[in-house]
C-alpha cells in the first residue's frame, strides 16, 4: 500500500498577500473549465466595446464564450491583413484581466497586445496622446500571485519593439514609459499621484501589471498599447470627454498589427 502523500505546507507571512506558492500547479486551473482548440495563436485584448460590437456586426465570428455573475463575454475570430486574429474583452481590473489571459492561453493564443485608455499623470500628455508601457508599478493585488513581490514588473521585450516599429511606421508619436496599476480606483490621492510621478510612472490603469506578470509566469509574449484618457496631473480630476470612438478604432488596428508582427 502506498502511502499517503503529505499535503503542501506554507509558513505565513504577516503581510497575507505575500503568502505565495511557487507551486507551477494550482487547485483549480483554466484548464479544468477551458479546453483548448485550434484558435489563433495571435490575440488582441481590446478594452473598447464600441470597437468589438463594429467588429461583430462586420462579420467577427464568436469561437467562444463563457457566461458568469457579470454576464456572456465572448471571444471572437476576425481576420486582419489576410491572417487569424483572436480579440476579446479581457473585463476590467487586475484579476478578471489575470483570468481572461489564463484562458486565452489555455484555447492556445501565445502572443497578446492589448489596447485601452489610461489616467495621465502630466496635463501635458493629451487625450488620444499613445503610451508604450516599458514598466507596470505593481500597486495591484494579482501580479503578486506569479511572481516574487518587486517594484515592477515588465512586459516581454519583443512586443514592446513589435509596438514601437509599428507606431513608427505609422509615423505616429508616442511616449515609452512606465505605467502604475493600481486596484484602488477612487484611492488615488494626491500623494500618491506625486509619488507614482517621482518614480517616472506616465499613466495610470488597473490591468497591465496583473497582464505582465501572467504573462512571464506562462512564457508567453504580451505587449500592451494605451492611450491618454482622463487626467489626474492637475488640482482636480478631469474627464476631458476621453471616450473618442475614432481614436479607439485606431488603436485597435495598431495593436492588431503589432500583434501579427509577433
Known amino acids: 500500500m502506498s502511502k499517503r502523500r503529505k499535503p503542501p505546507t506554507l509558513k505565513p507571512h504577516r503581510i497575507p498577500l505575500l503568502d505565495r506558492d511557487p507551486s507551477p500547479v494550482a487547485v483549480l486551473e483554466a484548464t479544468h473549465i477551458i479546453k483548448p482548440f485550434d484558435a489563433p495563436e495571435h490575440c488582441v485584448f481590446c478594452f473598447f466595446p464600441d470597437v468589438l460590437d ?3 456586426s462586420n462579420g467577427a465570428r464568436e469561437i467562444s464564450s463563457r457566461t458568469s455573475e457579470m454576464g456572456k463575454q465572448a471571444v471572437y475570430e476576425i481576420e486582419f491583413r ?8 479581457p473585463r476590467v481590473g487586475a484579476p478578471l484581466a489575470a483570468a481572461s489571459l489564463e484562458a486565452a492561453i489555455v484555447m492556445g493564443a501565445r502572443k497578446f497586445i492589448a489596447c485601452g485608455g489610461a489616467g495621465v499623470l502630466t496635463s501635458s500628455i493629451l487625450v488620444g496622446h499613445l503610451v508604450v508601457p516599458t514598466a507596470a508599478i505593481r500597486d495591484e493585488g494579482t501580479s503578486y500571485h506569479y511572481l516574487p513581490p518587486s517594484l515592477e514588473v515588465r512586459p516581454h521585450p519583443r512586443a514592446v519593439r513589435a509596438i514601437r516599429d509599428t507606431l513608427k511606421d505609422a509615423g505616429l508619436n508616442f511616449i515609452a514609459g512606465r505605467t502604475w496599476t493600481t486596484d484602488g ?11 507614482r510621478r517621482r518614480q517616472r510612472c506616465v499613466v495610470v490603469e488597473m490591468e ?12 508567453v509574449i504580451f505587449g500592451q498599447i494605451l492611450y491618454g484618457a482622463d487626467d ?8 476631458r470627454s476621453w471616450t473618442r470612438h475614432e481614436i ?14 509577433l
Open 208 to 219: 497591465a501589471a496583473a497582464f505582465f506578470a501572467v504573462a512571464k509566469f506562462r512564457r
Open 54 to 56: 463594429d467588429l461583430a
Open 248 to 261: 479607439r478604432r485606431l488603436l485597435f488596428d495598431l495593436a492588431a498589427e503589432a500583434c501579427l508582427r
Open 82 to 89: 489576410g491572417r487569424r486574429l483572436m480579440v476579446a474583452h
Open 232 to 239: 489626474l496631473g492637475g488640482d482636480d480630476w478631469d474627464h
Open 185 to 195: 480606483l477612487y484611492r488615488e490621492t494626491r500623494a500618491k499621484v506625486n509619488l
